[in-house]
């Protein structure tokens, strides 16, 4: 079955840092772009940060510099290391490729107070 499964979210004051997981299975994953995405309250889901089959990030200027994505390629895992977190960060993440997509997962949510 391909999936997707996010995990690692949690509530943290701005400033703090989180760690968040994103194990795929199926085909999705191997030699394929694999991004993390961004689903604010009551806004449309909105990448965030993708990375390459060979590890190569990119990320959006909203996360640039706060937000590391990596992957490890031998557990189809791709990870989201975010720091100094700020209330608009807020909202539900999610992975998936960023080209080649399959159904979206469940998401982990992530909520930043002030």
């Known amino acids: 079955q391909v999936q997707l499964v996010e995990s690692g979210g949690g509530l943290v004051q701005a400033g703090g840092s989180l760690n968040l997981s994103c194990v795929a299975s199926?085909?999705?994953?191997?030699?394929?772009?694999m991004a993390w995405y961004h689903q604010g309250p009551g806004n449309r889901r909105e990448y965030v940060a993708r990375?390459?089959?060979?590890?190569?990030?990119i990320y959006a200027d909203s996360v640039d510099g706060r937000f590391t994505i990596s992957r490890d390629n031998a557990k189809n895992t791709v990870y989201l290391q975010m720091t100094n977190l700020k209330p608009e960060d807020t909202g539900a993440y999610y992975c998936n490729g960023f080209v080649r997509r399959i159904s979206w997962g469940r998401g982990t949510q992530v909520t930043v107070s002030s």
């Open positions: 990375i390459t089959p060979n590890g190569a990030p």
């Open positions: 199926g085909s999705v994953f191997s030699g394929n772009t």
